[in-house]
């Protein structure tokens, strides 16, 4: 292998600070450039941005400059850095510990999606050359009083100057980081440092908390007693799915042509997710704490909606064609049929979302108990749209055929997303219609909400999981739909022209929780009418 000169440790981590700054943050510094005044001020301040990270960075490294721990550490960051430069160049994700929590919740399935060429290439180029030189680069210690003694002066000598470029230009760059939040989740590597010090203090602090149960007083209401019949209440649980591209919610494309035909079906206009990916978003809408109140340690350590609905005596299933219910549903039972070998619907990496119908229709001709069924689909999950539908659903062309998005046309992106939708929408119709023909033995109904949406490359971001805060609407704003037959609206009070009237109210994943509680007439004392948004349709329960 190739010799290198030996170097003294501070000057490999300056090396290195200066190497993490330039070759791993070209998504930080194309944003730098257009959030900066253009002209000399705008060149100094980025130059004096420039000088402080690098000094910043060294400080650290400096610190933990010691033998055996050096080159392990850095090469470490140069790969973690690689890989979060791609995906942040790819799809315009920023890290933090929502981003760090979706990806080490995810399965095997959208791991694959992700791979490429493009992204192999990208890690060998940018973290695996690097890592191979400074591994041959000899490293000089000193004495362990003279080592010592030069990194107090190293690091000295770069916290005097970050002090020097922090107070010259202390209005641009106090201006910089008090208006532009973001800069900080795309600063590589300490944002996916940071991310991942919050994620490990989550699982602590998650692990180190008792289980608390709730709505411990749970019952089911005296007119139950009323009911002739069994019923039956699917919640599918969406995925990816935007409002903004829903046929039904005045998409300019028709991506919903089934279910606009469906009789008595109710799409909700003005609903927003609780989160910005699965990992919180799944969690949020089940449990009682609203968007403003969540926190993963505490939805992970308390009973949720499924639990209280068990508990009041209803049968409780949660079918999954997903990456897993996100702790929801470990404690009813749970079918994953993601991994079916079903020749018509499965291929051999993942099942299409028909998959979660399959038996459905034996299953309501058996029923035996009051039951609340849960399908978590696949839906539009990203950046493999095109995998996400069967050839016959392909109703927009031509599609992006690759998960390197920033490759592909925006348009043909958002054929291939639009056509997820259109297979959402037949299985939606096809659950409807499965539940219409049972409807003579069964009170039936479904309610569909999706748990977030999806950037399609509206300001340069594309897939979701961006922070709550600096979010678009397209990530945010999400379809809900709600369909009762007719037994069932008599039987559970439901006014379903009174919904229509309401369907453009202001609705959030906050409702889900408590409007589940009083549409299946379960009485606890967890439970808001003030959240519930069949309350004031259902005047036969206004006693709830």
Same mark, same amino acid.
């Not at 002209?39 to 130059?47: C, D, N, P, S, Y």
């Not at 400059?65 to 973690?80: N, R, W, Y």
């Not at 890290?95 to 493009?118: C, F, H, P, Y």
């Not at 009237?501 to 299946?520: A, C, E, I, V």
């Given at each position: 292998?190739?010799?290198?000169?030996?170097?003294?440790?501070?000057?490999?981590?300056?090396?290195?600070?200066?190497?993490?700054?330039?070759?791993?943050?070209?998504?930080?510094?194309?944003?730098?450039?257009?959030?900066?005044?253009?002209?000399?001020?705008?060149?100094?301040?980025?130059?004096?941005?420039?000088?402080?990270?690098?000094?910043?960075?060294?400080?650290?490294?400096?610190?933990?400059?010691?033998?055996?721990?050096?080159?392990?550490?850095?090469?470490?960051?140069?790969?973690?850095?690689?890989?979060?430069?791609?995906?942040?160049?790819?799809?315009?994700?920023?890290?933090?510990?929502?981003?760090?929590?979706?990806?080490?919740?995810?399965?095997?399935?959208?791991?694959?999606?992700? @791979?490429?060429? +493009? $992204?192999? %290439?990208?890690?060998?180029? !940018?973290?695996? /050359?690097?890592? *191979?030189? &400074?591994? #041959?680069?000899?490293?000089?210690?000193?004495?362990?009083?003279?080592? @010592?003694?030069? +990194? $107090?002066? %190293?690091?000295?000598?770069? !916290?005097?100057? /970050?002090?020097? *470029?922090? &107070?010259? #230009?202390?209005?641009?760059?106090?201006?910089?980081?008090?208006?532009?939040?973001?800069?900080? $989740?795309?600063?590589?590597?300490?944002? !996916?440092?940071?991310?991942?010090?919050?994620?490990?203090?989550?699982?602590?602090?998650?692990?180190?908390?008792?289980?608390?149960?709730?709505?411990?007083?749970?019952?089911?209401?005296?007119?139950?007693?009323?009911?002739?019949?069994?019923?039956?209440?699917?919640?599918?649980?969406?995925?990816?799915?935007?409002?903004?591209?829903?046929?039904?919610?005045?998409?300019?494309?028709?991506?919903?042509?089934?279910?606009?035909?469906?009789?008595?079906?109710?799409?909700?206009?003005?609903?927003?997710?609780?989160?910005?990916?699965?990992?919180?978003?799944?969690?949020?809408?089940?449990?009682?704490?609203?968007?403003?109140?969540?926190?993963?340690?505490?939805?992970?350590?308390?009973?949720?909606?499924?639990?209280?609905?068990?508990?009041?005596?209803?049968?409780?299933?949660?079918?999954?064609?997903?990456?897993?219910?996100?702790?929801?549903?470990?404690?009813?039972?749970?079918?994953?049929?993601?991994?079916?070998?079903?020749?018509?619907?499965?291929?051999?990496?993942?099942?299409?979302?028909?998959?979660?119908?399959?038996?459905?229709?034996?299953?309501?001709?058996?029923?035996?108990?009051?039951?609340?069924?849960?399908?978590?689909?696949?839906?539009?999950?990203?950046?493999?749209?095109?995998?996400?539908?069967?050839?016959?659903?392909?109703?927009?062309?031509?599609?992006?055929?690759?998960?390197?998005?920033?490759?592909?046309?925006?348009?043909?992106?958002?054929?291939?997303?639009?056509?997820?939708?259109?297979?959402?929408?037949?299985?939606?119709?096809?659950?409807?219609?499965?539940?219409?023909?049972?409807?003579?033995?069964?009170?039936?109904?479904?309610?569909?909400?999706?748990?977030?949406?999806?950037?399609?490359?509206?300001?340069?971001?594309?897939?979701?999981?961006?922070?709550?805060?600096?979010?678009?609407?397209?990530?945010?704003?999400?379809?809900?739909?709600?369909?009762?037959?007719?037994?069932?609206?008599?039987?559970?009070?439901?006014?379903?022209?009174?919904?229509?009237?309401?369907?453009?109210?202001?609705?959030?994943?906050?409702?889900?929780?408590?409007?589940?509680?009083?549409?299946?007439?379960?009485?606890?004392?967890?439970?808001?009418?003030?959240?519930?948004?069949?309350?004031?349709?259902?005047?036969?329960?206004?006693?709830?």
């Amino acid at each position: 292998m190739f010799k290198v000169k030996p170097l003294r440790a501070e000057w490999v981590t300056l090396c290195a600070s200066l190497y993490l700054l330039v070759g791993v943050n070209s998504v930080l510094w194309h944003h730098l450039s257009s959030v900066v005044q253009p002209g000399v001020a705008g060149i100094f301040l980025r130059l004096a941005f420039g000088v402080l990270i690098v000094c910043a960075f060294n400080v650290i490294l400096t610190l933990l400059a010691f033998k055996g721990v050096l080159k392990p550490l850095l090469i470490t960051l140069f790969m973690v850095s690689a890989g979060t430069a791609y995906f942040m160049s790819q799809y315009g994700v920023l890290m933090d510990v929502g981003m760090l929590r979706n990806t080490a919740e995810t399965n095997t399935a959208e791991v694959m999606d992700l @791979l490429s060429i +493009k $992204l192999f %290439a990208y890690l060998f180029m !940018v973290g695996v /050359l690097p890592s *191979v030189l &400074l591994y #041959n680069t000899p490293i000089q210690y000193r004495t362990w009083y003279r080592e @010592l003694l030069f +990194k $107090l002066l %190293a690091g000295g000598a770069s !916290v005097a100057l /970050l002090g020097v *470029v922090a &107070l010259a #230009n202390y209005q641009g760059l106090a201006s910089l980081f008090r208006n532009h939040h973001e800069i900080r $989740l795309m600063l590589v590597p300490s944002n !996916v440092v940071g991310a991942s010090f919050g994620y490990v203090g989550e699982r602590i602090g998650t692990a180190a908390k008792p289980f608390a149960t709730i709505g411990e007083d749970a019952r089911r209401d005296l007119a139950w007693q009323q009911h002739s019949r069994k019923s039956l209440t699917v919640l599918v649980v969406g995925e990816s799915a935007r409002a903004a591209n829903f046929g039904l919610l005045g998409y300019d494309r028709d991506t919903t042509p089934e279910l606009s035909k469906e009789a008595g079906l109710i799409a909700f206009s003005d609903v927003h997710s609780c989160g910005t990916e699965t990992a919180v978003s799944v969690p949020c809408m089940f449990s009682n704490l609203t968007r403003k109140g969540y926190q993963a340690t505490q939805a992970k350590n308390q009973e949720g909606l499924l639990d209280i609905l068990q508990r009041a005596g209803l049968a409780v299933r949660w079918r999954d064609n997903q990456s897993g219910c996100k702790g929801t549903c470990d404690r009813v039972q749970f079918e994953d049929v993601s991994n079916l070998k079903d020749p018509a619907l499965c291929t051999s990496s993942e099942c299409h979302d028909e998959i979660l119908l399959k038996g459905l229709a034996e299953m309501i001709d058996n029923l035996q108990q009051d039951t609340v069924v849960v399908l978590h689909q696949m839906g539009s999950h990203g950046p493999d749209y095109f995998k996400r539908y069967p050839m016959q659903y392909e109703r927009f062309t031509p599609v992006c055929p690759s998960n390197a998005l920033n490759q592909c046309s925006e348009q043909s992106i958002v054929n291939a997303y639009d056509n997820t939708l259109v297979y959402t929408d037949h299985v939606l119709a096809s659950l409807i219609d499965i539940l219409r023909s049972k409807q003579d033995k069964v009170d039936t109904a479904m309610l569909y909400l999706s748990d977030h949406g999806e950037s399609l490359g509206e300001y340069n971001l594309f897939l979701h999981g961006t922070p709550y805060m600096l979010a678009p609407e397209q990530q945010k704003h999400v379809p809900m739909l709600a369909w009762f037959s007719d037994h069932y609206r008599q039987a559970f009070g439901v006014d379903t022209d009174c919904l229509n009237r309401n369907r453009n109210k202001p609705l959030s994943q906050d409702n889900l929780f408590h409007s589940m509680l009083g549409l299946l007439q379960v009485h606890t004392a967890v439970y808001k009418p003030q959240l519930d948004l069949f309350a004031s349709c259902r005047p036969a329960l206004a006693s709830h």
